[in-house]
Structures are given as C-alpha cells and as structure tokens.
C-alpha cells in the first residue's frame, strides 16, 4: 500500500546558507505580492469599465488565476520586478505563485458555494516581518545524503541535518520511498527541511483487530477511553506560562519596530523575540509528541476508534476555557486518528455533532434533557447507574460502532442526532449495558446550541 508521508529534520545552517534561504523565502514573497497586485489591478480596471458602459467583450483581458498562467505573466515580468532573479531557484517564485492560486480559487469557489465551511476571504499581501519564511522545491536535485547527516536542495546546495536521517535514507535506499518535494521553513528560531514521500507499506493489523474504543476528550482528563482507561492531560502552555510571560515582558521592554515612525527594531528586540519563538515551540513541540503517540497507540492497537465532531470553534468562545481547549488540541486528535487508522488496518468512525453522548445513559439508553457542567458523575434516575460522565460519554461512543459498517463515510447519525433529546425520563429500548442504541430520534428540542453541548464536552 501506498502511502504520502512526510519527515521532518532541524538544520544546522552557517549564515552564508541561512542568508541564501532567506533570499529564496524573499523570493517567493515578492512573486506572490506582485501576482496579487496584477490581480487586483486587473479586477478593479474591469470594474471600473463596467460602470462606463463598455461592452464585455471590450474589457481588459482577464489573467488567469491559474498556477500556469499567473506563472506565464511573472516570466515576462520577472527582468523588470526582479532583475535578481537569476540568483535564487525559479522553484522560489513557484512557492509564491503557486500559494496565491490556491487563495484565489478557495476563495472563489466559497463565494460560489462549492468550498464548504466558513467564507474565505480575499488573499492579503505577505508581510516581510509577520508571514513566516517559507519556500518549497518540487524539481531539481533533492536527497538525501548517504553519510545521513546532510541533505541537497537545488541552489542551495549541501545543507547540514541536526540528527540523523536514518529513517528517511534507509527508505530510499532500499527503493520503497520516493522523494517528491521538501519545504524549508523557519519555526521557533530554527529551519526545517520537510520531505514528502511516497512511502510502499505492507498491509497492517491492529493488536486488536476486533477491538472497538470509543474516546471521549476533555480538560481535565486530555482523553477518556470507553476501555476505562483515562489519560491525563500535561497541560503544557499551563506549565510554561510564567516563563512566556516573563519572555513577553522581556520583549516589551525592547526597541521594537514603529511603522508610523520607520524606526528599525534593536538588536536586543530580536534577540528577545528569538527567545520569546523558542519557547512557544517548545510549547507546540511537547504537545504534538504526546498527541502523536496517543492516536499511534490507539491506532496500532484498536481495530474500530469512535470519536466526536466536536464544535471546537464555538468551545474556544468561552473565555475561561478557551485556553486550556486550545492547549489540548482536540481537533488535532481527530485529524492524525483521520490519517493514521486505514493504513494501521483499522478504521475511524466520527459520530454526530449533535449526538448526546454525554447524556445518555450507557446502560439503559435514557436521555437526560440537561446536564450541568459542573455534574462530573452521571446518574441514571432509570437504571441507577452511577460513574464517571466522561467514561459514559465513551461507551456510548464505542456502541456506536455497531450502527455503521463504513468508515470514513462522515459523522455517524445516532439517537438524538438531529438536533433534539428526549424529555428528562424518556427511556429508549430496552438493552444490554454496551450495545448499540437503536437507530430513534427525539420528540423534544435540546436546551441549549452547539456551543453549550460542546461546552458540556470541554471537561
């Protein structure tokens, strides 16, 4: 099985290298702002004849939106804008065009309904201080070295890797991986090199290919598993904050950059930034190692992982929580379970938004109309049952694997998940503790929107 995968290795670059990778980061910024505003003024020029009268078939031509035609001006324009331009990659002015394409058609195809999901705006020029350095080669010489410890780019030559590329070399020395791009770009102080392979896998099983877990995620536990096993959250921006406060203070204190005035930020701002980046990667670093090793587990170990669409966005509305969600990283669980299940020989079944999980009692099927987020123990005033809500809310996930025989059909529509529960009392059918509720829906509307069921869901 054939699989896109990507390794990511921390540079060592002298600053001759750091200088010639900054200039193709330049590079692809200066192409991107250009082709937007060639955009821009072609959109407002046609605009404007418009409202004179002038015939469509008398506009000013149109330019194409498309990554080759914007790519086709650019080469004519390219000896006037950018007379440097033989000094870097032309897969530097690439990255740059290539970006805005993407902006332009995600932005046209959402103001006429064909992108899903929130509007997307107009593409905005990049910022030479605030967008962060970048630029990606899909030609040219690309490898990796055999001593493991540096790798080739095209123009930039020989650069040195921090730790070995062992896994990556091994690989492709034995042709069962395929090098297609590598991205560089600077995060926390530090270059990477990210590599996309096309990787040959051999058919996996799980440990438990019959195995069903249903994960239910939250604060103050970062995941629940209907197998009762409960994983702490570290709370990783809790622990670093009095260090990031004490940085960002530092940073206040600086000379920084005053656009009204032009004054130029000091040596010792940029220094105290530095530090100031560092810290917030080592933040985001810790946070995706423990993420990542939660789904692998739970990925190579289950055959059928049952998970949420959580309302995220309405969750991060709460000022008292909104930290520790996004410290969590709740939608990042579900986006490496999304690509880590089907080639580990399992499957990935992602119930309803609406679906009251967490109401719902786990071992008769009666459906609570509220539930308070203070009440961390679930009580059945039917069954009797007693025990954690969150441990409730994931059996209750892991019975819906028996209603769906597809994975990756979209989210799961489960009793109750049309927008509406039962009344405080109402007992669905009658069934054994663990198995699958029937396929019913409600009579009475829920108290409260998304945002107060994810809410309940947060802790």
């Known amino acids: 099985m054939k699989t896109i995968q990507a390794y990511r290795f921390a540079l060592d670059l002298n600053p001759a290298q750091e200088r010639a990778v900054y200039a193709h980061a330049g590079a692809a910024r200066v192409a991107h702002n250009w082709a937007l505003a060639r955009v821009k003024a072609v959109m407002d020029q046609r605009a404007a004849e418009r409202t004179y009268g002038v015939p469509d078939e008398q506009l000013t031509p149109s330019l194409s939106w498309s990554l080759a035609g914007l790519r086709k001006a650019w080469n004519a324009a390219k000896p006037d804008v950018a007379p440097w331009w033989p000094e870097v990659s032309k897969e530097a002015f690439n990255t740059g065009l290539d970006a805005l394409a993407r902006a332009l058609k995600n932005w046209a195809d959402s103001r006429s309904g064909k992108r899903k999901g929130r509007p997307v705006g107009f593409p905005r020029y990049k910022s030479r201080r605030r967008t962060t350095p970048s630029v990606r080669f899909t030609t040219g010489a690309i490898r990796v070295e055999r001593d493991r410890k540096h790798v080739v780019l ?79 959250n570290p709370r990783h921006l809790t622990d670093a904050q009095r260090r990031l406060r004490t940085l960002a203070r530092a940073v206040s204190r600086k000379t920084g950059p005053d656009r009204r005035t032009g004054q130029r930020p000091s040596r010792r701002w940029r220094r105290a930034c530095t530090r100031l980046s560092r810290a917030h990667a080592r933040v985001a670093n810790l946070r995706r190692d423990g993420l990542h090793k939660l789904t692998t587990r739970l990925a190579t170990t289950h055959g059928t992982v049952v998970v949420e669409d959580l309302n995220v966005a309405g969750m991060l509305t709460n000022r008292r929580l909104a930290r520790h969600i996004a410290d969590a990283g709740f939608a990042e669980i579900r986006r490496q379970l999304a690509y880590k299940t089907t080639p580990n020989g399992g499957k990935l079944i992602t119930a309803d938004r609406w679906y009251p999980s967490s109401k719902t009692c786990s071992g008769c099927g009666t459906v609570k109309t509220k539930l308070a987020l203070s009440e961390r123990e679930y009580e059945c005033g039917t069954c009797g049952l007693t025990l954690n809500r969150d441990l409730n809310a994931a059996r209750n996930l892991a019975a819906l694997a028996a209603q769906t025989t597809t994975a990756g059909s979209g989210p799961v529509a489960a009793r109750g998940a049309d927008r509406k529960t039962r009344a405080r009392g109402q007992v669905a059918e009658k069934r054994e503790p663990g198995t699958a509720p029937a396929g019913k829906t409600g009579t009475v509307p829920s108290q409260g929107g998304t945002t107060d069921r994810a809410l309940t869901k947060a802790h």
């Open 154 to 232: 095209p123009r930039l030559g020989r650069l040195k890797v921090h730790e070995s590329t062992r896994k990556l070399a091994r690989r492709v020395e034995a042709d069962t991986a395929r090098i297609m791009s590598a991205t560089l770009r600077r995060d926390g102080g530090r270059w990477y090199v990210a590599f996309c392979v096309e990787v040959e896998r051999p058919d996996r099983t799980p440990a438990r290919p019959e195995s069903v877990v249903g994960v239910d995620v939250g604060v103050r536990h970062l995941a629940v598993l209907s197998t009762g096993d409960l994983v702490p």
